[in-house]
């Protein structure tokens, strides 16, 4: 009754574009009547456990006035569980989907009523095979591989003089290495849009390390990589030393040669690739001049590039493996990439119901709310300008997934049913799923009738894309943003508008941007940048941020007000163990969106120094904390306001 009440009175201002957000809020109310407010006893639990969760990631000797990103997330990397899938930013946890998939795995109800029970029958049947296995250390000698290997092109280090040279294709070998994913000596790029074909780019050299840069330590791990596997043969020590100093040769000449290669386009014969990958007997070319620079020298050395993509193909195979603890989260993880579209499926009739929605779209209805009167409020737009970001903002649409990549995924889950288990080898098992998650990845191109351009795998639902249909903006919200650190239920409100509300606002203000692009230099001329904006190296994309970002800051920052405001929520309300006030927890909640490993992340660390500069340049971020003039956070008593 409550939700019914607010929408009544807000509906009072409304335009006709927005009218149907609130009649669709208001059927979510009848729908869910009082139980919206309801806070369970299973959601008191989680309250709790995850703010300890919350305070684990905090630096608490840091004051916030300080370094407010370094008391957000600065215990992070030491927390961070050590798992097989990488937790290296809180945003886009790889694990929490490991999470989720472990627990969709046993929804056999969910399954039969979205009907594709049968298809979580396979990834069942995948995943107690895979834990069957004996994984660490890596069968690399599996007779399985070695024929698949053999097959394709061949062992010249395991084969001896078996092996003829004569009958060797390093491009018909890399060819036979992409239906696997495995990287070869070239990489398929699939089509975006329906009338692109399939183009080509090389794969940088090495295993575990990049050989373009040719420093020592990549030496050392690749060969650490390929001694490895070539132990596994019972291959002498001398033999073994031979193989690796023809590879490492091989990686030299490559490099050198690549300095040398004229970059103009020069026609390459890929027939042999689009019969072996698409079984189509037409004549093709690509004018590529790196595959003519690979050609010129895998030529030259035959038998080091044969050993090479056959380690490369053991290494696709390769759980790599740490201890044998890791493998429960490794068959978590090779079960969900490869079967994504199931999971995303099941995830998606999980996520969006209709609790979930009516709350989100009454968080997202009051930042567009607070966003607009940022707008009308601005003096540096022209009149014209100004109408036309207003109608930006009042005509966008929201919506909870996309209708094209639901029909898409509907298509290819039936594919999953293609996947043979082997019940007395995991080797070909492991063979036959890797088959299935590059067909899967290949679909659209295979039916170009059903192709969706810019299609997603599940990896990517933590985020929200933005885009323009006859004009009209659009926003999508894609399922992740429903889990925390975006979102859950049981948050303060507080905590949720600083997360998924800024989010948010930073897409709705991106779509403000162009009528107004030419003002930036203008807008940002007597701004005094501080050393966190510095850290951002072009002052145009200083510009951008602090435009994109100080917009959605504040419009979130706004309607998180507003809401306290309008629902009378307690002034008291916090996380447990957590003496925040709930300005306090919207700063928090927006900065956890962010943490990152800085250990792992080290070539990028533009997500602290963004958040550093948005939040230096916020006096509500300066008023929630008290933060006094000579701090960290705040230098000096000038900011650089744009909203």
Same mark, same amino acid.
Request: net charge negative; glycine share 4%; with cysteine.
């Given at each position: 009754?409550?939700?019914?009440?607010?929408?009544?009175?807000?509906?009072?201002?409304?335009?006709?574009?927005?009218?149907?957000?609130?009649?669709?809020?208001?059927?979510?109310?009848?729908?869910?009547?009082?139980?919206?407010?309801?806070?369970?006893?299973?959601?008191?639990?989680? *309250? %709790? !456990? %995850?703010?300890?969760?919350?305070?684990?990631?905090?630096?608490? +000797?840091?004051?916030?006035?300080?370094?407010?990103?370094?008391?957000?997330?600065?215990?992070?990397?030491?927390?961070? #569980?050590?798992?097989?899938?990488?937790?290296?930013? *809180?945003?886009?946890?790889?694990?929490?989907?490991?999470?989720?998939?472990?627990?969709?795995?046993?929804?056999?109800?969910?399954?039969?009523?979205?009907?594709?029970?049968?298809?979580? $029958?396979?990834?069942?049947?995948?995943?107690?095979?895979?834990?069957?296995?004996?994984?660490?250390?890596?069968?690399?000698?599996? #007779?399985?591989?070695?024929?698949?290997?053999?097959?394709?092109?061949?062992?010249?280090?395991?084969?001896?003089?078996?092996?003829?040279?004569?009958?060797? !294709?390093?491009?018909?070998?890399?060819?036979?290495?992409?239906? @696997?994913?495995?990287?070869?000596?070239?990489?398929?790029?699939?089509?975006?849009?329906?009338?692109?074909?399939?183009?080509?780019?090389?794969?940088?050299?090495?295993?575990?390390?990049?050989?373009?840069?040719?420093?020592?330590?990549?030496?050392?791990?690749?060969?650490?990589?390929?001694?490895?596997?070539?132990?596994?043969?019972?291959?002498?020590?001398?033999?073994?030393?031979?193989?690796?100093?023809?590879?490492?040769?091989?990686?030299?000449?490559?490099?050198?040669?690549?300095?040398?290669?004229?970059?103009?386009?020069?026609?390459?014969?890929?027939?042999?690739?689009?019969?072996?990958?698409?079984?189509?007997?037409?004549?093709?070319?690509?004018?590529?001049?790196?595959? %003519?620079?690979?050609?010129?020298?895998?030529?030259?050395?035959?038998?080091?590039?044969?050993?090479?993509?056959?380690?490369?193909?053991?290494?696709?195979?390769?759980?790599?493996?740490?201890?044998?603890?890791?493998?429960?989260?490794?068959?978590?993880?090779?079960?969900?990439?490869?079967?994504?579209?199931?999971?995303?499926?099941?995830?998606?009739?999980?996520?969006?119901?209709?609790?979930?929605?009516?709350?989100?779209?009454?968080?997202?209805?009051?930042?567009?709310?607070?966003?607009?009167?940022?707008?009308?409020?601005?003096?540096?737009?022209? !009149?014209?300008?100004?109408?036309?970001?207003?109608?930006?903002?009042?005509?966008?649409?929201?919506?909870?997934?996309?209708?094209?990549?639901?029909?898409?995924?509907?298509?290819?889950?039936?594919?999953?049913?293609?996947?043979?288990?082997?019940?007395? +080898?995991?080797?070909?098992?492991?063979?036959?799923?890797?088959?299935?998650?590059?067909?899967?990845?290949?679909?659209?191109?295979?039916?170009?009738?059903?192709?969706?351009?810019?299609?997603?795998?599940?990896?990517?639902?933590?985020?929200?894309?933005?885009?323009?249909?006859?004009?009209? #903006?659009?926003?999508?919200?894609?399922?992740?943003?429903?889990?925390?650190?975006?979102?859950?239920?049981?948050?303060?409100?507080?905590?949720?508008?600083?997360?998924?509300?800024?989010?948010?606002?930073?897409?709705?203000?991106?779509?403000?941007?162009?009528? +107004?692009?030419?003002?930036?230099?203008?807008?940002?001329?007597?701004?005094?940048?501080?050393?966190?904006?510095?850290?951002?190296?072009?002052?145009?994309?200083?510009?951008?941020?602090?435009?994109?970002? !100080?917009?959605?800051?504040?419009?979130?920052?706004?309607?998180?007000?507003?809401?306290?405001?309008?629902?009378?929520?307690?002034?008291?309300?916090?996380?447990?163990?957590?003496?925040?006030?709930?300005?306090?927890? @919207?700063?928090?909640?927006?900065?956890?969106?962010?943490?990152?490993?800085?250990?792992?992340?080290?070539?990028? $660390?533009?997500?602290?120094?963004?958040?550093?500069?948005?939040?230096?340049?916020?006096?509500?971020?300066?008023?929630?904390?008290?933060?006094?003039?000579?701090?960290?956070?705040?230098?000096?008593?000038?900011?650089?306001?744009?909203?």
């Amino acid at each position: 009754m409550e939700l019914f009440k607010r929408i009544f009175r807000c509906s009072i201002s409304l335009s006709l574009v927005e009218l149907p957000i609130y009649l669709l809020l208001l059927s979510f109310s009848l729908t869910i009547g009082n139980e919206q407010k309801e806070i369970t006893n299973s959601d008191s639990d989680y *309250l %709790h !456990s %995850h703010a300890e969760l919350i305070k684990s990631y905090m630096n608490l +000797s840091v004051a916030p006035c300080d370094d407010f990103y370094e008391y957000a997330c600065g215990n992070f990397e030491n927390i961070r #569980p050590d798992r097989y899938s990488r937790r290296e930013n *809180l945003g886009k946890p790889g694990y929490v989907l490991d999470d989720i998939a472990k627990e969709l795995l046993h929804r056999m109800d969910l399954a039969e009523s979205l009907n594709v029970s049968r298809e979580l $029958r396979v990834a069942q049947r995948f995943y107690n095979a895979c834990l069957e296995a004996d994984l660490h250390p890596f069968p690399a000698a599996d #007779p399985h591989y070695l024929n698949l290997i053999r097959s394709i092109g061949g062992f010249p280090a395991v084969d001896g003089a078996a092996w003829n040279a004569s009958n060797f !294709s390093w491009f018909n070998m890399s060819a036979h290495l992409t239906n @696997f994913g495995a990287r070869g000596i070239y990489n398929e790029v699939l089509p975006k849009y329906e009338e692109s074909e399939v183009s080509f780019e090389v794969n940088y050299l090495g295993f575990d390390a990049n050989m373009k840069k040719n420093q020592s330590w990549a030496y050392k791990r690749n060969e650490r990589r390929m001694r490895g596997y070539l132990r596994s043969f019972n291959l002498t020590e001398a033999k073994i030393a031979e193989v690796i100093d023809g590879v490492f040769e091989f990686w030299r000449e490559a490099l050198e040669e690549e300095m040398k290669i004229s970059r103009h386009g020069v026609a390459f014969d890929v027939t042999n690739y689009f019969e072996i990958v698409w079984n189509q007997s037409e004549k093709r070319r690509s004018f590529n001049p790196d595959l %003519h620079m690979r050609d010129r020298v895998c030529i030259r050395h035959p038998e080091a590039v044969a050993n090479y993509l056959a380690m490369q193909l053991l290494y696709t195979f390769d759980a790599s493996l740490k201890d044998i603890k890791d493998q429960r989260d490794y068959c978590t993880t090779k079960m969900r990439t490869s079967m994504w579209p199931l999971f995303k499926k099941l995830h998606l009739a999980e996520s969006f119901g209709n609790r979930k929605r009516s709350e989100v779209l009454e968080i997202v209805q009051e930042v567009r709310n607070s966003l607009r009167t940022l707008v009308e409020k601005v003096t540096w737009l022209y !009149s014209e300008e100004q109408k036309k970001a207003l109608l930006r903002v009042s005509s966008t649409e929201f919506h909870f997934g996309s209708p094209a990549e639901t029909s898409l995924t509907n298509q290819q889950i039936p594919e999953i049913l293609r996947l043979e288990v082997v019940d007395d +080898s995991y080797a070909v098992t492991n063979m036959n799923l890797l088959r299935l998650q590059v067909d899967i990845q290949r679909f659209s191109t295979r039916h170009p009738r059903e192709h969706v351009n810019n299609t997603k795998p599940w990896e990517a639902i933590f985020g929200i894309d933005k885009s323009i249909t006859n004009d009209k #903006p659009i926003v999508e919200i894609d399922a992740g943003l429903l889990e925390a650190p975006y979102y859950h239920r049981s948050w303060p409100h507080s905590m949720k508008f600083g997360s998924l509300g800024f989010t948010v606002g930073e897409h709705l203000t991106d779509f403000l941007l162009w009528p +107004s692009f030419n003002k930036l230099d203008l807008l940002y001329k007597d701004c005094r940048w501080n050393n966190f904006s510095k850290q951002i190296e072009s002052k145009l994309i200083r510009q951008l941020y602090l435009y994109i970002d !100080s917009g959605g800051l504040r419009s979130a920052f706004e309607a998180h007000r507003s809401h306290r405001i309008q629902t009378l929520e307690d002034p008291e309300q916090k996380m447990p163990g957590l003496d925040l006030l709930p300005d306090q927890l @919207f700063f928090l909640g927006l900065a956890q969106t962010i943490c990152y490993d800085l250990r792992a992340a080290d070539w990028n $660390r533009l997500p602290k120094y963004k958040l550093l500069s948005d939040l230096t340049n916020s006096e509500d971020f300066m008023r929630a904390f008290n933060c006094p003039v000579g701090s960290g956070m705040l230098p000096t008593n000038q900011t650089c306001q744009v909203w």
